[in-house]
C-alpha cells in the first residue's frame, strides 16, 4: 500500500490493525487489539532513556535506531504479539496538516490532488518531491472545508521499516492529534478546540459540527528543559491566543475545549488555568480502560485508543 494509501485508511477506511504503536521522543507506547471486534487487549508505555528520534518534516528523525528496536522488542513481548499488521502514530512535526475553505471540489482523485498542492502551495511554496498527500472532506455540495496531510515518504520509510524488521507489517501512518479527534466526537463533540499536549508540542485542532476549521502546531518546551511555571505559561499563552483568533475570525463563539496531556501530572493545573483565561468548560477525553491503568497510562494510550474506535 502506498503512503497516500495508509494516510487515506486513517480517515476513511478505519483498518483494525493487529496493534497500534506510538512513537515519541520520550517513549514508545502499544496496544494489541482483537481484530474480531476490536476489543483492547492488553497496553504498554516504554519510556527511553534516551531520546532516540528528533521529529522532523524534512530531515530524517532516527537517530538510534537500535534503542528503538529494543524498545519495540520489549513492546512485543508485553503484547505478546509476535508479528502481525500495525497502525502507526509519528511525532506530529513530522507531517503538515492543513485545514483548508473550499468553494468547490473536483470530482476526481486525480484533480483533487492537484487543486490541493495548489492551494497548499500558498502556505508552503516549495512542497518536496516525495511527500505524499491525503486528505478527508466534509460532506455535501458548494463550500466545504478539508483537513490534508502531507508526509515524505522517506520520513514515513523510517519508522516502517523498523517495526518491518520487527515482523509487523504497517498498513496505516496518522499523527496523535489526528486519532484524538475520534475521542472528541464520541465524547459528543461539538463547537470547540482539542489540545493536545505532546512531550515538547502543543497542538489545536478546531473543531466543530460540520468539520474542522484551524490546525496548529506551537513548540512549548521540552519537560525539564524551561522551569514549569514558563511551560505552563507558554502553553495557556497559546491556547488563549488560538480561542481569541477563531471567535475573532469566525464571529461565533468557541463553546468547549478538550484537553488531552502526555504527562497526566500536568493536567490538573493547565485545566484549571484554561477554565480561569478563557471562561471556557475543559474536558478531558476519557475512555473506558483497564482497572490496572492509572491516569498516567490512560493519558498516554489515549491517542491509541482513539485510532481504533
Known amino acids: ?49 534516551e531520546r532516540p528520534l528528533a521529529p522532523s518534516f524534512d530531515r530524517p528523525n532516527i537517530g538510534d535506531p537500535a534503542a528503538l528496536e529494543e524498545a519495540i522488542a520489549q513492546g512485543q513481548k508485553n503484547l505478546r504479539l509476535s508479528s502481525g499488521t500495525a497502525g502507526l502514530l509519528i511525532p506530529e512535526p513530522s507531517v503538515r496538516v492543513f485545514v483548508l475553505a473550499v468553494d468547490s471540489f473536483p470530482a476526481s482523485r486525480k484533480e483533487r490532488d492537484a487543486f490541493l498542492r495548489w ?18 472532506v466534509t460532506p455535501g455540495r458548494g463550500a466545504r472545508k478539508v ?16 517495526f518491518e524488521k520487527a515482523g509487523f507489517k504497517p498498513v496505516l501512518v496518522a499523527s496523535p492529534s489526528l486519532a484524538l479527534v475520534n475521542l472528541v466526537r ?10 493536545n499536549i505532546e512531550d515538547e508540542t502543543l497542538t489545536a485542532l478546531a473543531l ?46 468557541v463553546e468547549v475545549l478538550w484537553l488531552r496531556c502526555a504527562a ?9 488555568r484554561l477554565r480561569e483565561r478563557t471562561g471556557l468548560p475543559v474536558e478531558t ?17 489515549a491517542p491509541l485508543i482513539g485510532q481504533i474506535l
Open 1 to 49: 500500500m502506498t503512503i497516500a494509501g495508509r494516510l487515506k485508511a486513517h480517515f476513511t477506511e478505519r483498518l483494525l490493525p493487529d496493534a497500534v504503536f506510538q512513537i515519541a521522543p520520550g517513549h514508545l507506547s502499544g496496544i494489541r487489539v482483537g481484530r474480531s471486534d476490536g476489543s483492547l487487549k492488553g497496553g504498554f508505555v516504554q519510556p527511553f532513556r
Open 285 to 301: 477525553l476519557d475512555y473506558r480502560a483497564p482497572e490496572a491503568w492509572t491516569d498516567a497510562h490512560k493519558a498516554l494510550l
Open 208 to 253: 466543530d459540527d460540520g468539520g474542522w476549521s484551524l490546525y496548529r502546531l506551537k513548540d512549548i518546551g521540552r519537560p525539564g528543559a524551561l522551569p514549569a511555571a514558563e511551560r505552563e505559561e507558554n502553553i495557556i499563552r497559546e491556547a488563549e491566543n488560538t480561542v481569541r483568533f477563531l471567535e475573532d475570525r469566525d464571529r461565533s463563539r
Open 186 to 195: 464520541r465524547n459528543g463533540g461539538g463547537n470547540g478546540v482539542l489540545f
Open 119 to 136: 492551494r497548499i502551495a500558498r502556505q508552503m511554496p516549495l512542497i518536496p518531491e516525495d511527500a505524499r498527500l491525503d486528505y478527508a
Open 147 to 162: 483537513i490534508a496531510v502531507l508526509a515524505r515518504q522517506m520520513i514515513v520509510w523510517e519508522y516502517e521499516a523498523l
Open 264 to 272: 497526566a501530572a500536568e493536567f490538573g493545573a493547565i485545566r484549571e
